[in-house]
Every structure is written in C-alpha cells, then in structure tokens.
C-alpha cells in the first residue's frame, strides 16, 4: 500500500515537475534550506509512513532507547564498563559534571537506521546522543512541501499528518532547565562555530525560541565570558546553553579552561546535551550493548530489543566473542570476511574514517584493521540498506530512481519519540555533511 501511495504521488508530479521544482527553490531560499551552500533537499518528494509502520518504530525504538538509558546509568558509575567506551582523559575528567546535578543529559538525541517497513526489518546502527543536527530543517522543510500544488492534490486521495520537532526541543530544553533547578526565565544561546554549514538551521531555531518569548542568540563559544557566577555573550546574560558544537571540538579549540567548560563545571550555566551524553555518542555503546560479556544489564524484553534491532558490534581488538551464536577469534574472521562488516573509528561523524569491506579489497581491508588496533574503533555488522523511488529534475528532465533511504527518530528527554530525520544517498554511506546527500520530511499519511 505504501508503493501505491507513491506511485500516486509521482504519477501527480509528473505533468508539474518543472513547476515544482520551481516553487521548490523558491521555498529553499526563503526558508534558507542550505547546508552551507549545498540545498538541503535535491529531491520532489517526501518520505511517507502509514501510522502503523510508524508506530511500529516508536515501540520498537523506545526498548532499544530503555536499554541505553541502563548502559548509560552503569557506565556512569562503572569505570570497567566505561572501558569498553574508550574515552579520553578530558572526557572522564568532565563527564562526572553531571553526576547528582543532571538527572537527564539529552534534551533531544537521535538514533540512525534502517527500516523496511513491509517486513518490520529494523537495525539502529549509530546513536547520535551528543549534537543531533536536523530538526529546524525538517521543520521548514515539512512546510515547504506543503507549500507545493503536488501536495495539495496528494490530499484529495489521502490525509496528511505532519510533524514537527521544534516545540518539543523548546520543550524539553526549558524542562531540562528546570530539572537543573533554573528558577528565572531563561536567555538562550545556541553555541556552535560561527563557520559551520549547519549556522542557517541554528538561526531558524532561534528565531522559533525568540518567536516563543524566550531571548535567543547564536554565538561562537570563543565569545562567551564567565564574569563571577554568571555566563556572558556581551551585555546577554546565558542561562541555557544550547550546545551543538561537539565537545572534542570545543576542548580541542578552545581547551579546558574555556568560559563554557568552566560555567558549566561551577553550576553557573546549564547545558544541554550535557557532557555525560557524550558516553552513548560513541559507537562503541553498541558495542557495549550487544557484547555478550554485557548482557546482565538488560532484561529480557531488552535484550531480545538488542538481538533484533542492534547490529553485531565490537571494538576492534585481539579478543575471542560470540558472532551468530558461536564463539570466533575476533580479528582472523573479520580479516576473512570483509563483506559482511563495516569499521568505523569511535569518535567521528560524517562518515569520515568508515571503510566498507565489500567496497574494497583484501589489502585495503587488513590494512584498516591494523589501523583499528592502534586507535579506538569499532567494527559492526553489515546490514540491510532500504531504498525507495524519488522524483529529482535533472538537466530539465524528470528523473524517478532508487536512493538508499535511512530512518532517523528524533528522542526527547531520552525517550519520547516524535518526529524523524530522513536522508537519501545514491552511495551506501548516508551523509548530508559531504554534500552528496539529501534531506527529505517525513509525513504520515493515511487513504481517505
């Protein structure tokens, strides 16, 4: 039934496309849907669910976020488990900011997968828990596609639900706030470098919190000033901040004795997401999650979550493990079996450092292994990728083909799902941060 819904979406476009595409570039630069120069969405259609795929997803995602939630209460207090994460020493040093003061560190995070919702195959395979990027775009991006006359002739045939993710992160973040124990009425800033590709969704953010009484800049973190027991950006008092710069980024260019680290350390400021998101933004928390030598954490409605929907994963070392049900030597069967794994480095995003074993060759592969044993990464399972059909105009013609489609829920205050993230490649690794990428609203649709 979802095909059909397609295939009458794009039988309606096909006489409009050139027009459509049109109002959509009309739509892309009022809004201002770019990542750095390149448009958010390449593409003429929007991604569909019916609401029982959908709520298929929320269920299913809220078990694999309880089993997070226990990893990352352990972890806390653990520091064997929190070995198995690899942090760095400045990590360790600021994650401990949170203990008995944070009581959830994620205002919103976000969970990557792929999901085929004819057969309910579901795989998370990356927890973005630090700085989840998306939601102002999909916001705008939702109300640019219900802008366009394909849409509103898409509504005569079937009923149209959007989402939208900007009220719930003003939600969450003034709960959060509160939670802290903030009293006034909070000034926000949203800090991040002032040359990212991301600066136009940060003001689109902000112009919704100022929209909804709460004062709101968008500053670098090298323009902030801790003056006694207060945060400063000039004469605007912080009381919230915002964080979507990373935090290795942050210490790296701006050190430990940064106004941000310290404000945040002397309860000056809260912070959100906080530093001790930073222990699930590692890739090896799936391997923590689905390592056999962890399984006492979970229950068993979580650990058959973990079996089904959490890919095979291990970090990247000389060690004897459990892989479809029988014991292996870790290193020799990767080695032998490139095209069923992917490595990835523990602590990056953007797909910068990912090999894929079936896309290279035998010396290529053994030579990112031996790079593994010297850095801390991880190597997971290959999984399934989805594809559906989109509509794109290329050189003035109407183009209908495959893209690789990933499925990406947005989690507020750590476990209330609403809204998704959707991104098309016509390459297996999914990134908008290259350039090469698109970004698509997702609607839920239902026949009238």
């Known amino acids: ?103 959830v560190p994620w205002s919103s995070s976000r969970l990557d997968a792929f999901y085929r919702v004819e057969t309910g195959y579901l795989r998370f395979v990356e927890y973005n828990a630090e700085t989840p990027a998306g939601i102002g775009y999909g916001d705008n991006l939702t109300d640019a596609f219900m802008a366009l006359d394909v849409m509103k002739q898409f509504e005569g045939r079937y ?32 800090v991040d470098w002032q040359d990212v590709p991301t600066r136009n969704e940060h003001e689109i953010t902000r112009e919704y919190f100022e929209q909804h009484g709460y ?26 901040i915002y964080k ?85 030597d870790l290193l020799p069967y990767v080695s032998d079996n490139r095209d069923r794994f992917v490595i990835k480095p523990n602590d990056e995003y953007g797909g910068a450092g990912v090999v894929i074993g079936w896309e290279c060759d035998q010396e290529a592969w053994d030579q990112a292994i031996q790079t593994a044993l010297n850095n801390p990464f991880v190597v997971q399972e290959r999984v399934t990728i989805v594809e559906r059909d989109f509509p794109q105009m290329i050189d003035g013609r109407l183009d209908i083909s495959p893209r690789f489609v990933d499925t990406d829920p947005y989690i507020f205050y750590g476990q209330e799902v609403a809204g998704c993230l959707t991104r098309l490649s016509s390459v297996a690794l999914l990134n908008v941060t290259a350039g090469t990428g698109s970004v698509v609203p997702m609607f839920l649709i239902a026949p009238k």
């Open 244 to 328: 979507r710069v990373l935090i290795s980024e942050l210490v790296a260019r701006a050190g430990m004795d940064s106004a941000v680290v310290r404000a945040v350390r002397a309860g000056a400021v809260f912070m959100t997401n906080s530093f001790s998101a930073k222990l699930l933004a590692k890739k090896a928390s799936l391997a923590v999650l689905s390592d056999e030598r962890n399984g006492h954490l979970f229950d068993v409605e979580e650990r058959s979550a973990i079996e089904q929907h959490i890919p095979w994963t291990r970090e990247v070392i000389d060690r004897p493990t459990i892989y479809e049900g029988r014991e292996i």
């Open 159 to 190: 009923n149209v639900f959007r989402t939208y993710g900007l009220p719930q992160l003003l939600g969450v973040v003034l709960r959060g706030y509160a939670d802290w124990g903030g009293t006034v009425k909070p000034q926000i800033a949203i």
């Open 1 to 103: 039934m979802i095909t059909d819904a397609i295939n009458h979406y794009h039988d309606l476009l096909a006489p409009i496309a050139e027009a459509t595409q049109a109002a959509m570039n009309h739509e892309l630069d009022k809004r201002r849907l770019y990542f750095g120069k390149h448009p958010v969405c390449r593409v003429l259609r929007p991604h569909f669910y019916f609401p029982d795929h959908w709520e298929y997803l929320v269920r299913r995602t809220r078990l694999v976020l309880s089993a997070f939630a226990k990893m990352h209460h352990a972890a806390m207090r653990d520091p064997d488990l929190r070995a198995q994460l690899y942090l760095e020493p400045y990590e360790e040093e600021l994650f401990v900011t949170d203990l008995n003061r944070v009581s």
């Open 215 to 240: 004062s709101t800049i968008c500053c670098d973190p090298r323009e902030l000033e801790l003056r006694g027991d207060k945060l400063y950006h000039g004469d605007f008092r912080v009381d919230i």
